[in-house]
Nanobody, 117 residues
Framework: QVQLVESGGGLVQAGGSLRLSCAAS????????MGWFREAPGKQRELVAI???????NYGDFVKGRFTLSRDNLKNTMYLQMDSLKPEDTGIYFC???????????WGRGTQVTVSS
């Protein structure tokens, strides 16, 4: 199994920044897809950003250009740098992991991000 633990959420004003972290442990393997999804109040879960071990990245249309993914493979940790935050970014952010060779989706418990006007 794979365990994902998010951290770094909080309350910021519009225009501010946050950096989310996702620490992965367990039966990790490469290549894999790893990224972030979010659930805004009253909305369904949507893609924020995702990357593979080969360097391919994909960002949601509404966050591309403001958010940046990075990975520290030695620590099995993924980061999401969020700049120029907007109230619409408010929601629960979930870490995501999926091995290319094992078709199972893994999710963290989520971390709350709140952006005030």
């Amino acid at each position: 199994q794979v365990q994902l633990v998010e951290s770094g959420g909080g309350l910021v004003q519009a225009g501010g920044s946050l950096r989310l972290s996702c620490a992965a442990s367990g039966r990790l393997s490469n290549p894999n897809d790893m990224g972030w999804f979010r659930e805004a109040p009253g909305k369904q879960r949507e893609l924020v950003a995702i990357s593979g071990s080969g360097g391919t990245e994909n960002y949601g249309d509404f966050v591309k250009g403001r958010f940046t993914l990075s990975r520290d493979n030695l620590k099995n940790t993924m980061y999401l740098q969020m700049d120029s935050l907007k109230p619409e970014d408010t929601g629960i952010y979930f870490c995501y992991y999926r091995s290319v060779y094992m078709p199972t989706d893994y999710w963290g418990r989520g971390t709350q991000v709140t952006v005030s006007s």
